[in-house]
């Protein structure tokens, strides 16, 4: 049976696009098959490159990585919008809750990992609305909420945390989509109040980590064992919060 992890977020450019491709090497690594969804694309048109496109190259210097990826889109926009709205105003349909979910129950992959856009409640269609959160809920599936570093990410994360909570979803974990080599003290603080929130940390990916050569290290070392990597979450608060305990 397959395994089916949502990534979601605390919003739009908070590094879900990143982390879905550091899940999906090192699941390829370990010699998974794995598909990778993104239900709805906006901000492209044509065949220019998506979130796919970035999914595929970080994870193209991986052995196998050719047969046993595959990659999903069901919808995309050229507005760069939330979907529903992108819908609306290019006058395309906008995506069916139910086809998603039957598109991707239909996926026989070991791990299938699902790409929403933007956060937890933007609206894929207007009429019925519906979220990655209904998707989520739907597929049964464990959530992810990758989120930013700075000033600001308190607040976004414990309300995302508490409208999966609210909605009977199972949380995985936050993953910190882009960590600074040099972190201000915001970021560094927000370490371990972000622990505070009652979910595992269970990832932090390095700023500058867009790079297909050194990918499937920085996969490894930035996710936890749950996600099949060496992330520590003590180490890495201790390394990074040592000097503002008193
Ligand atoms: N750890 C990182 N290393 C390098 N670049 C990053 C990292 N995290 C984010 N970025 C860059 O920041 C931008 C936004 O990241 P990303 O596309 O992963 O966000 P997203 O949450 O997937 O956004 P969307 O809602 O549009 O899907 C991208 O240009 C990406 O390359
Ligand atoms: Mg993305």
Redesign the pocket.
């Given at each position: 049976m397959s395994q089916i992890l949502i990534v979601s977020?605390t919003?739009?450019?908070?590094?879900?696009?990143?982390?879905?491709a550091a899940i999906a090497a090192n699941a390829l690594i370990a010699g998974k098959s794995v598909s990778v969804v993104k239900p709805g694309q906006t901000?492209v048109s044509g065949n220019e490159p998506g979130?796919l496109h970035?999914v595929a190259e970080l994870t193209s210097t991986i052995p196998g990585a050719a047969q046993r990826l595959l990659l999903h889109e069901y919808g995309r926009y050229e507005p760069a919008l939330a979907p529903a709205s992108a819908a609306r105003i290019s006058g395309a349909p906008a995506l069916a809750r139910s086809e998603v979910l039957r598109s991707i129950q239909a996926l026989t992959s070991d791990l299938i990992v699902v790409?929403?856009?933007?956060g937890l409640l933007v609206r894929y269609s207007d009429d019925p609305a519906w979220t990655i959160a209904d998707l989520a809920h739907d597929l049964n599936a464990c959530v992810l909420i990758?989120v930013h570093a700075g000033l600001g990410t308190l607040h976004h994360s414990t309300a995302t945390i508490e409208v999966a909570t609210h909605r009977g979803l199972d949380i995985a974990g936050l993953i910190i989509?882009?960590?600074p080599d040099q972190p201000d003290l915001a970021q560094r603080s927000n370490v371990a109040d972000l622990q505070r929130l009652g979910v595992p940390l269970v990832g932090a990916?390095?700023?500058?980590?867009?790079n297909a050569r050194e990918f499937e290290h920085i996969a490894r070392t930035s996710l936890h064992p749950v996600l099949l990597g060496t992330f520590n979450e003590a180490d890495f608060t201790h390394t990074h919060t040592q000097e503002l305990n008193r």
């Open positions: 977020g919003g739009t450019d908070v590094g879900k696009t990143i982390a879905t901000g979130d970035v790409e929403g856009a933007g990758v989509g882009s960590w990916i390095p700023s500058g980590s867009g």
